[in-house]
């Protein structure tokens, strides 16, 4: 192959595929703010001031609104590929959009990590980091999951309310 072939091909590479790195990119970063500020707000903040509750009702729910709005982003990710005629390797799509959100976890508690206590043993930091990433790996599949079952519901839905309607796809 040529250089010319090569170059061709990475030039059609990105122009099929290149918006999907931005959409995985900023699709993961809106569940994990929404909870970030939940968190901040309802958990840490009470904390710093001396005033201790029972939260886990709270974390309950700031779970299923992590869950929702990675399967709601992952969702307009997957209308959006749709509407451009790119119905090609949707799944993956989805499940990159929604799981990316497990990577923004994986830097925010990296970034902890960082500041954490300088006297903390390397053995204990190692073994917080690989306690870290095998959390955020588990976030990934959960939330990929949660986007490819969303954007399944949702082809489901629009196919249920095309029929109802009689028209043809």
Same mark, same amino acid.
């Given at each position: 192959?040529?250089?010319?072939?090569?170059?061709?091909?990475?030039?059609?590479?990105?122009?099929?595929?290149?918006?999907?790195?931005?959409?995985?990119?900023?699709?993961?970063?809106?569940?994990?703010?929404?909870?970030?500020?939940?968190?901040?707000?309802?958990?840490?903040?009470?904390?710093?001031?001396?005033?201790?509750?029972?939260? =886990?009702?709270?974390?309950?729910?700031? @779970? %299923?609104?992590? /869950?929702? #709005? +990675?399967?709601?982003?992952?969702?307009?990710?997957?209308?959006?590929?749709?509407?451009?005629?790119?119905?090609?390797?949707?799944?993956?799509?989805?499940?990159? =959009?929604?799981?990316?959100?497990?990577? @923004? %976890?994986?830097? /925010?508690? #990296? +970034?902890?990590?960082?500041?954490?206590?300088?006297?903390?043993?390397?053995?204990?930091?190692?073994?917080?980091?690989?306690?870290?990433?095998?959390?955020?790996?588990?976030?990934?599949?959960?939330?990929?999951?949660?986007?490819?079952?969303? #954007?399944?519901?949702?082809?489901?839905?629009?196919?249920?309310?095309?029929?109802?309607?009689?028209?043809?796809?």
């Amino acid at each position: 192959a040529s250089n010319v072939e090569v170059s061709n091909r990475y030039v059609s590479f990105c122009k099929k595929h290149g918006h999907m790195f931005a959409v995985w990119g900023l699709g993961g970063i809106l569940p994990v703010l929404g909870v970030f500020v939940a968190y901040s707000f309802n958990v840490a903040g009470p904390v710093f001031v001396g005033y201790y509750t029972d939260n =886990t009702s709270f974390l309950v729910a700031s @779970y %299923l609104l992590f /869950l929702i #709005c +990675s399967g709601s982003v992952s969702v307009l990710g997957y209308y959006r590929q749709i509407r451009s005629q790119q119905r090609d390797d949707w799944w993956w799509s989805s499940f990159g =959009t929604a799981g990316s959100a497990g990577l @923004y %976890l994986f830097l /925010l508690t #990296c +970034s902890w990590l960082i500041y954490l206590n300088d006297n903390i043993e390397t053995r204990t930091w190692f073994l917080f980091f690989v306690w870290f990433l095998f959390t955020s790996f588990g976030v990934v599949l959960i939330t990929g999951f949660v986007g490819v079952a969303s #954007c399944i519901a949702f082809t489901k839905a629009v196919y249920i309310r095309t029929k109802q309607r009689g028209s043809e796809i």
